[in-house]
Protein backbone atom coordinates (compact mmCIF):
# COMPACT_ATOMS: atom_id res chain seq x y z
CA UNK A 1 0.00 0.00 0.00
CA UNK A 2 1.50 3.55 -0.51
CA UNK A 3 2.41 6.33 1.85
CA UNK A 4 -0.85 7.53 2.75
CA UNK A 5 -2.49 4.59 3.30
CA UNK A 6 0.25 3.75 5.91
CA UNK A 7 -0.57 7.08 7.44
CA UNK A 8 -4.63 6.17 7.46
CA UNK A 9 -3.87 2.88 9.40
CA UNK A 10 -1.94 5.17 12.21
CA UNK A 11 -4.14 7.17 12.27
CA UNK A 12 -6.82 4.91 13.23
CA UNK A 13 -4.11 2.86 16.02
CA UNK A 14 -3.64 6.47 17.32
CA UNK A 15 -7.44 7.84 17.92
CA UNK A 16 -7.72 6.29 21.05
CA UNK A 17 -4.69 7.75 22.58
CA UNK A 18 -5.24 11.34 20.98
CA UNK A 19 -8.94 10.97 23.04
CA UNK A 20 -7.44 10.22 26.45
CA UNK A 21 -4.73 13.19 25.99
CA UNK A 22 -7.21 15.60 25.10
CA UNK A 23 -9.38 15.06 28.19
CA UNK A 24 -6.75 15.58 30.40
CA UNK A 25 -4.49 18.46 29.12
CA UNK A 26 -5.33 21.92 29.53
CA UNK A 27 -7.26 24.08 26.67
CA UNK A 28 -4.87 26.71 25.35
CA UNK A 29 -7.24 29.04 24.47
CA UNK A 30 -10.91 29.58 23.36
CA UNK A 31 -11.72 27.88 19.97
CA UNK A 32 -12.93 30.12 17.20
CA UNK A 33 -16.45 29.82 15.91
CA UNK A 34 -17.15 30.16 12.21
CA UNK A 35 -20.17 28.88 10.01
CA UNK A 36 -17.82 28.05 6.99
CA UNK A 37 -14.65 26.19 5.78
CA UNK A 38 -12.79 25.14 2.70
CA UNK A 39 -10.11 22.28 2.36
CA UNK A 40 -7.34 21.61 0.21
CA UNK A 41 -5.37 17.99 0.34
CA UNK A 42 -3.29 15.54 -1.21
CA UNK A 43 -5.19 12.57 -2.02
CA UNK A 44 -4.37 8.58 -1.80
CA UNK A 45 -7.45 5.99 -3.12
CA UNK A 46 -7.47 3.28 -5.51
CA UNK A 47 -9.84 4.96 -7.34
CA UNK A 48 -8.51 7.87 -8.05
CA UNK A 49 -4.51 6.74 -7.24
CA UNK A 50 -2.84 5.01 -10.38
CA UNK A 51 0.88 4.46 -10.68
CA UNK A 52 3.75 1.82 -12.14
CA UNK A 53 2.16 -0.98 -10.10
CA UNK A 54 -1.13 -0.22 -12.65
CA UNK A 55 0.80 -0.07 -15.74
CA UNK A 56 -0.20 4.06 -15.99
CA UNK A 57 1.65 6.89 -15.36
CA UNK A 58 1.84 8.24 -11.80
CA UNK A 59 -1.06 10.48 -10.58
CA UNK A 60 -1.58 12.81 -7.39
CA UNK A 61 -5.15 13.76 -7.32
CA UNK A 62 -5.75 17.25 -5.31
CA UNK A 63 -9.08 16.74 -2.73
CA UNK A 64 -11.01 19.76 -2.10
CA UNK A 65 -13.36 20.02 0.36
CA UNK A 66 -16.77 22.66 1.25
CA UNK A 67 -17.81 22.68 4.98
CA UNK A 68 -20.54 24.18 6.77
CA UNK A 69 -20.77 24.18 10.55
CA UNK A 70 -24.56 23.06 11.71
CA UNK A 71 -23.58 22.83 15.37
CA UNK A 72 -20.26 23.15 17.57
CA UNK A 73 -19.47 19.54 17.19
CA UNK A 74 -21.75 18.65 13.84
CA UNK A 75 -20.57 19.83 10.39
CA UNK A 76 -21.55 18.43 6.93
CA UNK A 77 -19.29 19.05 4.25
CA UNK A 78 -19.21 17.77 0.27
CA UNK A 79 -15.51 16.55 -1.13
CA UNK A 80 -14.72 16.03 -4.78
CA UNK A 81 -11.54 14.85 -6.42
CA UNK A 82 -10.68 13.65 -9.60
CA UNK A 83 -7.54 11.83 -11.69
CA UNK A 84 -7.12 11.08 -15.09
CA UNK A 85 -4.04 9.16 -17.38
CA UNK A 86 -3.88 8.88 -21.19
CA UNK A 87 -1.69 8.38 -23.39
CA UNK A 88 -0.34 5.25 -26.14
CA UNK A 89 1.77 2.82 -27.44
CA UNK A 90 3.04 1.43 -30.78
CA UNK A 91 5.05 -1.18 -32.03
CA UNK A 92 5.88 -4.07 -34.52
CA UNK A 93 4.84 -7.76 -34.55
CA UNK A 94 6.63 -10.56 -36.00
CA UNK A 95 5.13 -12.53 -38.42
CA UNK A 96 5.20 -16.31 -39.57
CA UNK A 97 7.00 -14.85 -42.39
CA UNK A 98 10.07 -13.19 -40.96
CA UNK A 99 8.17 -9.36 -41.71
CA UNK A 100 7.46 -7.22 -39.07
CA UNK A 101 3.91 -5.13 -38.70
CA UNK A 102 2.99 -1.74 -36.85
CA UNK A 103 0.25 -2.07 -34.03
CA UNK A 104 -0.85 0.76 -32.24
CA UNK A 105 -3.26 1.55 -29.10
CA UNK A 106 -4.83 4.47 -27.13
CA UNK A 107 -6.25 4.68 -24.11
CA UNK A 108 -7.86 7.31 -21.69
CA UNK A 109 -9.03 6.70 -17.95
CA UNK A 110 -10.84 9.07 -15.30
CA UNK A 111 -11.98 8.75 -11.94
CA UNK A 112 -13.96 10.77 -10.11
CA UNK A 113 -15.62 10.83 -6.39
CA UNK A 114 -17.91 13.29 -4.95
CA UNK A 115 -18.55 12.55 -0.75
CA UNK A 116 -21.54 14.47 0.89
CA UNK A 117 -20.18 13.61 4.56
CA UNK A 118 -21.18 14.30 8.45
CA UNK A 119 -18.24 14.96 10.59
CA UNK A 120 -18.65 14.71 14.62
CA UNK A 121 -15.90 16.07 17.19
CA UNK A 122 -15.00 13.40 19.15
CA UNK A 123 -12.93 14.80 21.37
CA UNK A 124 -13.89 16.36 25.12
CA UNK A 125 -12.90 19.87 25.28
CA UNK A 126 -13.52 21.95 21.91
CA UNK A 127 -11.26 24.69 22.87
CA UNK A 128 -7.86 22.14 22.16
CA UNK A 129 -5.73 23.02 19.39
CA UNK A 130 -5.82 19.29 18.54
CA UNK A 131 -9.48 17.51 17.62
CA UNK A 132 -10.49 14.42 16.61
CA UNK A 133 -13.56 13.82 14.53
CA UNK A 134 -15.82 11.00 13.19
CA UNK A 135 -17.03 10.98 9.41
CA UNK A 136 -19.83 8.94 7.66
CA UNK A 137 -21.63 9.59 4.38
CA UNK A 138 -21.73 9.14 0.88
CA UNK A 139 -19.88 8.96 -2.16
CA UNK A 140 -20.62 9.10 -5.78
CA UNK A 141 -17.95 7.21 -7.84
CA UNK A 142 -17.98 7.57 -11.42
CA UNK A 143 -15.32 5.91 -13.63
CA UNK A 144 -14.27 5.98 -17.21
CA UNK A 145 -12.23 4.58 -19.83
CA UNK A 146 -12.16 4.99 -23.83
CA UNK A 147 -9.41 3.01 -25.93
CA UNK A 148 -8.73 2.61 -29.29
CA UNK A 149 -6.07 0.13 -31.52
CA UNK A 150 -5.41 -1.44 -34.43
CA UNK A 151 -3.27 -4.55 -35.00
CA UNK A 152 -2.22 -7.31 -37.25
CA UNK A 153 -5.20 -9.40 -38.51
CA UNK A 154 -5.15 -11.82 -41.50
CA UNK A 155 -8.61 -12.32 -41.17
CA UNK A 156 -9.53 -8.44 -41.38
CA UNK A 157 -9.84 -6.05 -44.95
CA UNK A 158 -6.44 -4.88 -45.30
CA UNK A 159 -4.73 -7.12 -43.09
CA UNK A 160 -5.31 -4.71 -39.97
CA UNK A 161 -8.07 -5.00 -37.67
CA UNK A 162 -9.01 -2.00 -34.98
CA UNK A 163 -11.09 -1.89 -31.97
CA UNK A 164 -12.71 1.48 -30.56
CA UNK A 165 -13.90 0.68 -26.87
CA UNK A 166 -15.70 2.87 -24.33
CA UNK A 167 -16.61 1.75 -21.03
CA UNK A 168 -18.80 4.16 -18.16
CA UNK A 169 -19.52 2.59 -14.32
CA UNK A 170 -21.54 5.05 -11.56
CA UNK A 171 -21.57 3.70 -8.31
CA UNK A 172 -22.78 5.05 -5.07
CA UNK A 173 -20.55 4.38 -1.94
CA UNK A 174 -20.85 3.80 1.89
CA UNK A 175 -17.81 5.79 3.51
CA UNK A 176 -16.80 5.75 6.43
CA UNK A 177 -13.49 7.06 8.93
CA UNK A 178 -12.01 9.54 11.12
CA UNK A 179 -10.23 12.79 10.96
CA UNK A 180 -7.37 14.66 12.91
CA UNK A 181 -7.19 18.33 13.54
CA UNK A 182 -4.52 20.71 14.69
CA UNK A 183 -5.47 24.31 14.94
CA UNK A 184 -2.84 25.96 13.36
CA UNK A 185 -4.06 29.56 13.92
CA UNK A 186 -7.19 31.60 14.58
CA UNK A 187 -8.09 30.27 10.92
CA UNK A 188 -6.34 27.54 9.85
CA UNK A 189 -5.95 23.96 10.55
CA UNK A 190 -4.07 20.80 9.31
CA UNK A 191 -5.81 17.56 9.15
CA UNK A 192 -4.91 14.01 7.90
CA UNK A 193 -8.45 11.92 7.07
CA UNK A 194 -8.44 8.29 7.28
CA UNK A 195 -11.29 6.64 5.24
CA UNK A 196 -13.12 3.38 3.84
CA UNK A 197 -15.73 2.82 1.61
CA UNK A 198 -17.45 0.01 0.15
CA UNK A 199 -20.39 -0.08 -2.68
CA UNK A 200 -23.94 -0.42 -1.30
CA UNK A 201 -24.02 -3.14 -4.41
CA UNK A 202 -20.96 -5.15 -2.65
CA UNK A 203 -20.80 -4.68 1.07
CA UNK A 204 -17.46 -6.96 1.18
CA UNK A 205 -15.60 -4.98 -0.88
CA UNK A 206 -13.68 -2.35 1.04
CA UNK A 207 -11.57 0.33 -0.63
CA UNK A 208 -9.12 2.34 1.81
CA UNK A 209 -8.32 5.97 1.57
CA UNK A 210 -6.70 8.93 2.62
CA UNK A 211 -6.01 12.71 2.74
CA UNK A 212 -3.47 15.28 4.73
CA UNK A 213 -3.89 18.74 4.00
CA UNK A 214 -5.05 22.43 5.10
CA UNK A 215 -8.43 23.90 6.12
CA UNK A 216 -9.66 27.38 6.25
CA UNK A 217 -12.10 27.99 8.63
CA UNK A 218 -14.24 31.88 7.60
CA UNK A 219 -17.49 33.21 8.35
CA UNK A 220 -18.17 34.39 11.94
CA UNK A 221 -21.18 32.98 14.06
Do not use: K
Not at 93 to 99: D, F, H, I, R
Amino acid sequence: MRLCHFAFCGLLVSIPLLSCAQSTAAPTDEAPAYRFYVGVGAYSSQHEHWGRRDGLPFTSPIQLTLGYQLRPRLALQVSGVSAATEGGIAGFVPQANGTLLPYSRTYGNRSTSLSALGRYTLTRTLAHRLQVDGLGGLTLHHYSYDGTGSYPDTNAPGGFGTYDQQSRNTDVLLTGGASVRYRLSAHLEAVADGMVSTSLRALRDITPAGALGLRYNFGHR
